[in-house]
């Protein structure tokens, strides 16, 4: 795992400006330090990322949110107290002095505590704020493993703090409080229904109007293999009139089955929707390794747990639908 001597490198090398991909609990993040113009613009530059989309700020603890954001509703304390260290990000607004790199120019902020214990020795010992996206090219899969980081950007970033595979395997939900009403920007390792029950009531989830977040365009996530999402029984009969025409198919597949002799490149998704989540992304990756003409993806149950992982998939796909 991580030693204390590489998380005193990882601080050495944001405090002059440069990268560092650590692991978070959701994915993995391309770290940058969130007081650093310079390095945010290089950061954006790696991601490939245009530079009106904001960057989420990881902090060591709630105790930092008063000096980034300069309101802090009630709600956000609570839930900061709640569910963070973990997979919640919370839209304030921002500080005057945060800088228009990090917030897109928008006048909110997105901040979270990672609950991974290398992000936080990480965050704890450079005792700053870290501005990072997920580890990935814009518009592309995330990466859960150091691995596909290092197959991601290379030798773009100037360190990888390797804390093995990321347990909940999508990102953060993202709850904006800067307005009147709290809406979710992003369904995510929290569920909905978490937060409702901690708030006390319902929320709406992607609301019209509110501030912009990449991970929330149509198209992300994606694959460079053409990917499409529908029924099993579906997905079967496409498989094989495609077959019939020479073309390669590989599949994510819930309950269907392979059938007995089919040359599909063939992966079985877990059964429940925590455990679909922590592969989801290792199982994109994987196919379209594949190099087939299309990845098919069998449709997932119309059930609120199900929301996060489906928002994914949904975009991978208009990213298809796009080309
Ligand atoms: O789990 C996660 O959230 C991971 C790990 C690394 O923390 N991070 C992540 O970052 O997914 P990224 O940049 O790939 O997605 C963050 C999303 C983007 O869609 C961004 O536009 C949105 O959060 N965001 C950040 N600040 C925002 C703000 N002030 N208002 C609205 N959206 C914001
Ligand atoms: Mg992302």
Not at 205 to 227: E, I, K, M
């Amino acid at each position: 795992m991580v030693t204390d001597s590489e998380i005193q490198s990882a601080v050495a090398v944001l405090r002059r400006g440069g990268l560092v991909v650590f692991p978070t609990e959701t994915v993995y993040g391309l770290g940058a330090d969130a007081s650093n113009p310079d390095a945010i613009r290089r950061l954006y530059a790696v991601k490939g990322r245009p530079t009106d989309h904001p960057v989420i700020v990881h902090l060591a603890g709630a105790a930092e949110l008063d000096y980034w954001a300069r309101e802090v509703p009630a709600a956000a304390r609570l839930l900061a107290q709640r569910f963070w260290p973990g997979p919640l990000t919370l839209i304030l607004k921002r500080q005057p002095h945060v800088t228009d790199l990090v917030t897109g120019g928008q006048d909110t902020i997105g901040l979270r505590v990672p609950g991974h214990p290398v992000a936080l020795a990480l965050l704890a010992a450079f005792r700053g704020g870290i501005a990072a996206p997920s580890a990935n090219r814009f518009g592309r899969i995330s990466a859960t493993t150091a691995e596909a980081v290092r197959q991601e950007l290379g030798s773009d970033v100037d360190l990888v703090l390797d804390g093995g595979p990321c347990a909940v395997g999508i990102e953060s939900t993202i709850l904006d409080l800067s307005g009147d009403t709290p809406a979710v920007l992003r369904p995510g390792g929290v569920p909905v229904a978490a937060l409702e029950a901690a708030l006390g009531r319902p929320l709406a989830v992607g609301r019209a109007g509110a501030p912009r977040a990449s991970g929330t365009l149509a198209a992300h996530y994606a694959p460079r293999t053409p990917l499409m999402l529908m029924a099993g029984d579906l997905l079967l009969e496409l498989a094989a009139s495609l077959g019939r025409q020479g073309k390669r198919i590989a599949v994510l597949a819930r309950e269907a089955r392979q059938p007995l002799g089919a040359p599909y490149v063939w992966v079985a998704a877990p059964a429940g929707p925590d455990a679909y989540a922590h592969e989801l992304y290792a199982s994109l990756r994987q196919l379209d390794a594949a190099g087939c003409d299309v990845i098919l993806v069998e449709q997932l149950p119309a059930a609120p747990e199900w929301l996060a992982v489906k928002d994914r998939l949904t975009r991978a796909a208009a990213s298809t639908d796009e080309r």
